[in-house]
């Protein structure tokens, strides 16, 4: 496996590779969520890259930028057990030189849910992500479902760019209590930890209610807000119940929905979300 960091070393290693790329975009701190990313790409791609960059444009200032946490050696150790061929681990300097002034926008679908609270995130994110495309032009690129709506907006970016890239959306992975893989996960004390479960309970429990019949979208909001409201270390900030394309709020009866959620533990901010319906 061959590590690279500035653009010209990515560029001459990148001429080397067979085709087609996959490419798994990461902020390092691996777990098995970004694992079955690297997985996924080397079962169908003939070459895999992996990218590690803590991107600094995607945290507001008052966010955890410097205490996210990072273990590169480990990060390296795994991808080479996973069979990754190139990491580029760019550094802030070498993603956003001296002067860099160019972003990319998606509009309406950063207006809501997490960019309600980060209005800053996703201009980040698209950004960043647009310059991984360009530097290691993939056929192919893997993203969680465990972050919904970066996946609807880098869907939206790459139809509105023509980027020549299919993206592959990969199940959320679990611990074995259901608690959604994250790096943030290493924040929680032990306490926390298992308040942490709420997430995945209350959307179970929604989605329980929603096979057993109840359509309603108030009532399974009303669902996951009381179970989450029950749990004393936790605190709602929001529950959507939307559809899952347009992330629009949906109202009464529904066929099927994207459910999400943001949830804070003490000072973690924890995301999940679950379909139901078609
Ligand atoms: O999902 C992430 O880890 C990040 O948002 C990404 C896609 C690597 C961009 O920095």
Redesign the pocket.
């Known amino acids: 496996m061959k590590t690279v960091v500035t653009i010209s070393e990515l560029r001459s290693a990148r001429l080397e590779l067979a085709e087609p790329v996959g490419l798994v975009?990461?902020?390092g701190y691996l777990h098995e969520g970004h694992l079955s990313l690297a997985k996924r790409a080397r079962e169908e791609c003939a070459s895999v890259v992996a990218?590690i960059?803590i991107?600094p444009t995607?945290f507001a200032p008052e966010e955890d930028l410097d205490s996210y946490p990072r273990d590169l050696d480990k990060d390296l150790a795994l991808l080479e057990e996973v069979g990754v061929d190139l990491v580029w681990m760019p550094t802030p300097e070498v993603m956003y030189p001296e002067n860099y002034q160019t972003w990319v926008t998606v509009d309406e679908l950063t207006h809501v849910l997490e960019g309600t609270s980060r209005p800053t995130h996703f201009q980040?994110?698209t950004t960043?992500?647009a310059k991984?495309f360009n530097g290691v032009l993939p056929q192919k690129t893997y993203?969680?479902q465990k972050?919904a709506q970066?996946v609807v907006v880098i869907q939206r970016m790459l139809q509105d760019l023509n980027f020549p890239i299919e993206i592959v959306v990969c199940p959320i992975v679990r611990e074995p209590d259901g608690l959604a893989m994250s790096s943030r996960n290493y924040y929680l004390n032990p306490e926390q930890r298992q308040a942490a479960t709420v997430l995945y309970r209350a959307l179970t429990a929604a989605k329980e209610a929603f096979e057993a019949g109840e359509q309603q979208a108030e009532k399974l909001r009303a669902i996951v807000t009381n179970k989450v409201n029950a749990e004393s270390l936790a605190e709602l900030e929001y529950i959507s119940c939307a559809h899952p394309e347009t992330l629009i709020e949906l109202e009464g009866a529904i066929e099927g929905a994207l459910l999400s959620m943001a949830v804070c533990v003490g000072k973690t901010r924890l995301i999940d979300n679950i379909f139901v319906g078609k």
């Open positions: 975009p990461t902020m990218t960059f991107n995607q980040g994110v960043v992500v991984l993203f969680g972050d970066q």
